[in-house]
């Protein structure tokens, strides 16, 4: 059984591969290649255009593939979204698709755009935001650079943003959240009716949700007396009961946790006043609810 699977090129390709990675598969490509190798012989990859990703899948051209939920409904595709994986190219957020007008415009509410002209990359989803909120106007396909286009060419543009930066570096300002997208693994239909296809394509869904889940997450071990567990416990920012395990010296045993990162710094003090000793943290590749 071979799996024909889809990898985005372009903004996502780099932090996919490195999801690949901590999910167990290693990909190989040099820079002039369309055609990843990979260390799982059933999985045969090729690099494909997140913007163009579902209409492959939807035609059976690809077994799966990854991209995004704006391109899905940009393109109106008729595939299994299989499973949502949050992560985008410089964070493991949502990015959203945002009207935008200049800082002096009088565009305030998607009201305002009655009659006016838009410039956007997602001309689909656009019309379909305008038609949802009742309103007439010009949408224009943008082929890039479209931050510059306002007021100069249109009155506002809708573009992708994560953070924002290029927006205000352009003296935009957001007006409404058109969509809100995440990536997806999205399989064909027919595929996906495959046992051995299906079976493919949901564990590797299970392993990159677990790198995903262990993005943010360490793991702790450390030693502590007795009697003093109990106070850990009370304190503990564990996923669930800490593992117990009794060491050589009766008196003492060792607990092993998994944590958020973020909250570390803050932790390991207080494990040492509650005499806490060999405290060890160390990095996750997955993480498996």
């Avoid at 077994?63 to 109106?76: H, P, Q, S």
């Avoid at 299970?206 to 304190?235: P, S, Y």
């Avoid at 909250?263 to 990095?283: C, N, Q």
């Amino acid at each position: 059984m071979q799996l024909r699977l889809g990898l985005p090129k372009g903004s996502l390709q780099d932090s996919t591969f490195e999801l690949m990675r901590l999910a167990g598969f290693n990909f190989y490509i040099n820079s002039r290649s369309y055609f990843p190798r990979c260390d799982d012989p059933s999985i045969e990859a090729m690099l494909i255009r997140a913007q163009e990703m579902a209409k492959y899948v939807e035609d059976g051209v690809l077994d799966a593939g990854l991209t995004g939920k704006d391109w899905i409904e940009e393109n109106d595709a008729d595939v299994v979204e299989v499973s949502e994986l949050v992560y985008a190219k410089s964070s493991f957020s949502a990015v959203r698709w945002v009207l935008a007008a200049p800082n002096d415009s009088e565009i305030r509410s998607v009201k305002d755009l009655q009659g006016k002209r838009i410039a956007t990359e997602v001309v689909n989803l656009t019309r379909k935001y305008l038609q949802k909120n009742g309103v007439e106007a010009d949408v224009e396909f943008s082929w890039g650079a479209t931050e510059v286009k306002a007021p100069t060419l249109v009155d506002a543009i809708v573009e992708l943003t994560e953070t924002g930066s290029s927006l205000k570096a352009n003296d935009l300002r957001i007006v409404d959240t058109v969509l809100e997208s995440t990536t997806r693994l999205i399989a064909n239909k027919e595929s996906y009716r495959d046992p051995d296809k299906k079976n493919k394509i949901d564990n590797l869904a299970l392993l990159l949700q677990g790198a995903i889940n262990a993005k943010e997450k360490v793991g702790l071990k450390f030693n502590i007396r007795k009697d003093a567990v109990q106070k850990i416990m009370d304190t503990l920012p564990a996923m669930k009961q800490p593992t117990i395990s009794p060491l050589t010296d009766e008196n003492y045993v060792a607990l092993e946790v998994i944590v958020n990162e973020d909250i570390v710094r803050e932790f390991i003090p207080t494990l040492k006043e509650h005499g806490a000793s060999d405290i060890i943290e160390y990095p996750l590749n997955k993480v498996i609810y």
